[in-house]
């Protein structure tokens, strides 16, 4: 380990065991390490001269707010895909649970590339790409922020800087302004609650019901909580995909989009935003 600061290299740790991040030495030297676990390692083919970068993350059950504290909970959809620069597995799936005698890692991702700056740029691309829905809090979102930070970024941290990063309660990743959550929130609960009216309307229809027509509405009106700022919002469908959000004076459109396993994208401000409402 080495630390700028002193512009000394330390010695971090030793243990006589595979670790579970050894897919980064793996990468770097393009050898297999289980293919020699019956024979010692060829010390002419140790790569030290190779110009690939690794770095990986855990991807855990484990709050950020709360300490870190581990959590158990179901998965109900869990996608990622590898590609060339980035790899990953997980010992859960969609469905799947992480119950309490478990450990609260779920996940690994490792990613290349020919700087620090390529293989970090990859997982953070990986992370953001991840999909993970779960009656428990990840990790991934303070992962992301991390990887932002600029002491990380430039290779200033040590072995007790994530202790006083969680000390001084850094966020998990920067907030998005006041009024993309409120346009993006407004369209998300409006979307649902329009669309609830007409299928209750059709499958009425569909039993040989007729219900009044006073109920179909494509405009609804809504209270949002934001930082403890209540906001009252009203959202307008006024087309196929085409939604309008009006508060006080100030109105905006919005375009949604319903992927086939129910994620829905909207779109606002040029800007697409992956959404899925869960209520308690």
């Not at 393009?30 to 024979?39: E, G, I």
């Not at 990840?138 to 990380?152: A, R």
Request: glycine share 6%.
């Amino acid at each position: 380990m080495y630390l700028p600061s002193e512009q000394k290299y330390y010695f971090l740790e030793l243990n006589p065991r595979l670790q579970v991040e050894h897919p980064c030495t793996e990468m770097k030297i393009q050898k297999n390490f289980f293919s020699y676990r019956n024979s010692p390692f060829p010390q002419n083919q140790c790569r030290t001269d190779t110009n690939i970068h690794v770095i990986a993350a855990r991807i855990t059950s484990e709050d950020p707010a709360e300490g870190f504290r581990p959590a158990s909970g179901s998965v109900e959809v869990l996608n990622f895909q590898s590609n060339q620069n980035v790899w990953g597995y997980f010992s859960v799936s969609s469905t799947g649970k992480v119950h309490e005698f478990a450990d609260s890692q779920f996940g690994h991702l490792f990613a290349k590339g020919t700087t620090r700056y390529e293989a970090i740029s990859a997982l953070l691309c990986a992370l953001k790409e991840l999909e993970l829905r779960a009656t428990f809090t990840s990790q991934v979102n303070y992962l992301v922020g991390l990887l932002h930070d600029k002491e990380f970024e430039n290779n200033e941290f040590h072995t007790g800087w994530l202790d006083a990063r969680i000390a001084a309660r850094v966020q998990s990743a920067p907030e998005l302004p006041v009024h993309v959550t409120v346009a993006i929130g407004a369209t998300l609960v409006g979307y649902t609650r329009i669309s609830e009216v007409f299928s209750k309307f059709q499958s009425a229809l569909e039993r040989g019901q007729i219900l009044p027509k006073s109920g179909l509405t494509e405009t609804w009106e809504l209270e949002l909580v934001h930082s403890n700022i209540k906001y009252s919002v009203m959202v307008n469908k006024f087309g196929p995909i085409n939604y309008l959000v009006r508060l006080n004076d100030s109105v905006v459109t919005t375009i949604v989009r319903e992927l086939g396993n129910g994620t829905l994208i909207i779109i606002y401000s040029h800007q697409a935003y992956t959404c899925h409402l869960e209520e308690e």
